[in-house]
């Protein structure tokens, strides 16, 4: 008689039971240790980012050294802690943590490069969010429309819609296709330093991708042509907007309406909520 595989796999484990061999025991222990470890550890990591929503630094430092002392901070643990300092614009310590995380021989992972990016993006730090871009390439971690989208906003929190530009072309040359954020990033580059034409320009490539623009995007466009007092764009844009079936929002209602008054003509915002209600 033939056995099947899985009631010889039984038989095996029943005799090394029965015969109380040592080694069959102490793996059963080591994977039930590993999953508390595991429970642990996420629930001691769910307390860190509570303290890190409160910008409890101090306290996020002394549970990553807790869980050091126990052997279970992994990746996630110390992204977290880097994430804590970088919610405070805190550049040098979420630095600090990187170094300690790699001696300790744990490998970062996109998270923990998303986080470094974005610190220095958000304070428009186009020069040190790039090296840490850098970094993340030479760890081997590939970059995604996230990635490429934080680069582009801290081009745009610059003030540098050339480089913008280039982030959002290098993005392309990836293989990964641009969204409406990342279109929206560049959008607001050029609208920062009062480009209306580059702004149409790119409003017209989303368009012809496939990538609808929407409200957010409008009222950036419709509010970079106030310090040039170009009424007429901002008309256009509007009913742009309409025919597109986008809604008019308070802020862009907002954005038209200051175009409006910069340009003198106190009737153009009125004449534009007259066409909402048509």
């Known amino acids: 008689m033939r056995l099947s595989g899985g009631l010889v796999i039984l038989l095996?484990?029943?005799?090394?039971?029965?015969?109380?061999?040592?080694?069959?025991?102490?793996?059963?222990?080591?994977?039930?240790?590993?999953?508390?470890?595991?429970?642990?550890?996420?629930?001691?990591?769910?307390?860190?980012?509570?303290?890190?929503?409160?910008?409890?630094?101090?306290?996020?430092?002394?549970?990553?050294?807790?869980?050091?002392?126990?052997?279970?901070?992994?990746?996630?643990?110390?992204?977290?802690?880097?994430?804590?300092?970088?919610?405070?614009?805190?550049?040098?310590?979420?630095?600090?943590?990187?170094?300690r995380m790699l001696d300790a021989s744990i490998k970062p992972d996109y998270k923990t490069f998303c986080t470094m990016i974005s610190v220095y993006a958000k304070k428009g730090e186009i020069a040190e969010a790039s090296t840490w871009f850098d970094r993340m390439c030479d760890a081997g971690v590939p970059g995604n429309v996230l990635i490429f989208t934080t680069m582009i906003d801290a081009c745009a929190t610059a003030g540098?819609?050339?480089?913008?530009?280039?982030?959002?072309?290098?993005?392309?040359?990836?293989?990964?296709?641009p969204d409406v954020v990342s279109f929206s990033s560049v959008i607001k580059a050029h609208a920062k330093v009062g480009d209306i034409k580059a702004v149409e320009s790119w409003l017209?490539?989303?368009?012809?991708?496939?990538v609808r623009p929407n409200a957010i995007i409008f009222c950036i466009a419709i509010d970079a042509c106030k310090g040039s007092k170009s009424l007429a764009h901002?008309?256009?844009?509007?009913?742009?907007?309409?025919?597109?079936?986008?809604?008019?929002?308070?802020?862009?209602?907002?954005?038209?309406?200051?175009?409006?008054?910069?340009?003198?003509?106190?009737?153009?915002?009125?004449?534009?909520?007259?066409?909402?209600?048509?």
């Open 204 to 210: 017209a490539n989303m368009e012809a991708e496939g």
């Open 234 to 278: 901002a008309e256009d844009l509007f009913e742009r907007m309409q025919s597109g079936d986008v809604a008019p929002t308070l802020p862009i209602l907002n954005a038209l309406m200051n175009v409006a008054a910069e340009a003198g003509d106190v009737h153009a915002a009125y004449r534009s909520l007259k066409s909402c209600q048509r």
């Open 12 to 99: 095996f484990a029943w005799a090394l039971l029965l015969f109380d061999i040592p080694l069959f025991r102490e793996a059963f222990a080591l994977k039930d240790n590993a999953k508390e470890d595991r429970r642990e550890m996420i629930k001691m990591t769910n307390i860190m980012k509570t303290h890190a929503r409160r910008g409890q630094t101090q306290k996020c430092e002394a549970i990553c050294a807790e869980m050091t002392n126990k052997g279970i901070a992994d990746v996630y643990v110390y992204t977290t802690l880097m994430h804590a300092y970088a919610q405070r614009g805190d550049r040098k310590n979420a630095s600090r943590v990187y170094s």
């Open 160 to 177: 540098k819609p050339q480089e913008a530009e280039s982030w959002h072309q290098r993005m392309r040359a990836s293989g990964i296709a």
